[in-house]
């Protein structure tokens, strides 16, 4: 009897505990956007961080984008063939890389990449009282940490998506071409005919919508670190654990809207 | 002038600040003294608003910050320099830019006004040719110095010194205790000091106060604390092991 109270207990536990996160992440994001009309946004960190994340990630989020669209030119190579409709492999692989791939696998990459380190490193400086310094010296946090990292991440991630789903599908059309010897001009005649112009910025949308969740959470759980190298570990894998969560359910969430 | 009033304040159910009253004099100096986790630095905290009080009320200058807002606890700030206890420099700059940090917030100076500015706090703390370290590359004194020059380089109202020679030779500790002092004759600032050291404190204090169980036991100039009867303030004066104090 006792292990099933142990149980529901359990249950309400984490429930309180989801909630109150949620009503912490409600207040924090409240003060983000309260600290863009109180300071603006400080120029300087932005521009530090838009290099952080965008310039230094193209060659990994290339590098992915392009395994990605081989890989997907080939699988679905097998199944066309069966039904002898190989000339669908283009729009397959430009659909899956702009609607889908492209925009998930780049905000994955970067809250690996970035989130993480957004987390480490406000944490490290919460807990080495540095973010006290910046209160008492009257620097806004929101306004001189989270923000700048929020704004360069929702910047960032479309561009960075765009990279990944066009070097995806050239990718892919490298495997039509000279793997599978296929006509390169199907390939690119059907991506023209099959893909919409909303299929690439609703892509974009999505990009700009986990830029925004990937950044707020790791910044938010970096302020959350408390006591020692160890919680500064700890916040670093519930950011990156968190973020992905949060990232793959607006994707859903997203992709039954837009499309 | 500063006033604690009426604190209370606890960690877990654990009781740190026990109905602490203490109010600090403009212009003045005054030193806190005490043991080593007694509250010192959770009392300094209050003052700047960064740990709110379960309850009490701390008043600037008969304004209760609890009662304003953020935009204007920030303009509240801006009097304040603060030295941590462990510095609290920026790691991720390096030390010019650590100094320069204030002066670039919040004041619109050139260039070389700012490095003008840096080099001379540098100097005064004995801490010339270090500007393009890291704070890692420091050692721990040397990081309080740094510390010390930045949270005064805006040459601010109020300058409070979590233990500013806490870890420096006796020779740094009095070049330390004497930019204290020059600063605060020139500068005319209101300095609260947290220290353990009560001949620093004989030094550098107008006045002194004794934190001990999460109140103030004691508070008067050097003179009341070398002639003090209560057993506990003597106790600490003379760094005995036997007395009231137990360990
Ligand atoms: N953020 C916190 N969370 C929990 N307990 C805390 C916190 N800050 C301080 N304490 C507790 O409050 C007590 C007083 O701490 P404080 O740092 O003020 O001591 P102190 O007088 O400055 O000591 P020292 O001279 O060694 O610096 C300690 O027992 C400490 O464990
Ligand atoms: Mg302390």
């Known amino acids: ?259 | 002038m500063i006033i604690l009033e009426n604190i209370d304040k606890s960690f877990k159910g654990v009781k740190v600040l026990d109905n602490l009253n203490i109010s600090f004099e403009d212009k003045k100096i005054t030193v806190v003294i005490g043991r080593s986790g007694e509250g010192k630095s959770v009392m300094l905290k209050h003052i700047v608003g960064l740990i709110k009080p379960d309850s009490g009320r701390v008043l600037f200058n008969d304004i209760d910050l609890n009662t304003i807002n953020k935009k204007e606890l920030n303009e509240l700030r801006k009097k304040f320099g603060m030295v941590f206890q462990d510095g609290a420099l920026f790691d991720s700059i390096n030390i010019f830019e650590n100094i320069a940090f204030p002066l670039r917030q919040h004041l619109k100076l050139s260039e070389g006004d700012i490095i003008k500015k840096v080099m001379s706090g540098l100097n005064d703390v004995g801490l010339s040719g270090i500007e393009s370290k890291m704070p890692s590359e420091l050692s721990g004194g040397m990081r309080k110095r740094v510390a010390v020059a930045r949270a005064m380089i805006l040459e601010p109202e109020i300058v409070l010194f979590d233990e500013p020679t806490t870890g420096l030779d006796p020779i740094m500790s009095d070049v330390i205790n004497n930019l204290i002092i020059s600063t605060q004759k020139h500068l005319k600032y209101t300095g609260i000091i947290i220290s353990h050291s009560i001949e620093g404190a004989y030094k550098t204090a107008d006045i002194i106060a004794m934190l001990y169980k999460g109140a103030i036991i004691e508070t008067g100039n050097a003179e009341k604390f070398k002639k003090s009867d209560n057993p506990v303030v003597k106790q600490f004066v003379t760094g005995s092991m036997v007395g009231p104090i137990v360990i």
């Open chain 1, 1 to 259: 009897m006792n292990f099933i109270l142990d149980y529901f207990e359990k249950i309400g536990f984490y429930i309180l505990y989801l909630i109150n996160e949620l009503g912490s992440l409600t207040i924090y994001i409240w003060n983000c956007i309260l600290s863009l009309f109180r300071y603006s946004i400080n120029m300087d960190n932005l521009f530090d961080q838009m290099v952080f994340i965008g310039v230094d990630s193209f060659f990994i989020i290339g590098l992915t984008g392009l395994f990605v669209g081989m890989v997907l030119s080939l699988q679905s190579y097998y199944a066309a063939k069966i039904v002898g409709v190989t000339y669908m492999i283009g729009p397959t692989v430009a659909l899956s890389m702009t609607r889908e791939l492209g925009p998930v696998l780049t905000a994955l990459m970067i809250t690996a990449r970035c989130g993480s380190s957004m987390a480490s490193e406000i944490g490290t400086m919460k807990i080495s009282e540095q973010i006290d310094a910046l209160e008492v010296m009257s620097v806004d946090p929101y306004y001189f940490l989270s923000m700048p990292r929020i704004i360069a991440s929702m910047i960032m991630l479309p561009i960075l998506s765009i990279i990944s789903s066009l070097i995806g599908i050239l990718g892919g059309y490298v495997v039509y071409k000279f793997f599978l010897g296929l006509n390169g001009t199907v390939f690119v005649d059907m991506i023209y005919k099959y893909m919409k112009l909303s299929d690439i910025y609703n892509g974009l949308i999505k990009a700009v919508v986990f830029g925004i969740i990937l950044a707020t959470i790791s910044t938010y759980k970096g302020y959350e670190a408390s006591g020692g190298s160890k919680g500064v570990g700890r916040v670093t894998t519930q950011a990156v654990v968190l973020s992905s969560i949060y990232i793959l359910f607006a994707d859903y969430i997203l992709t039954s809207i837009l499309f």
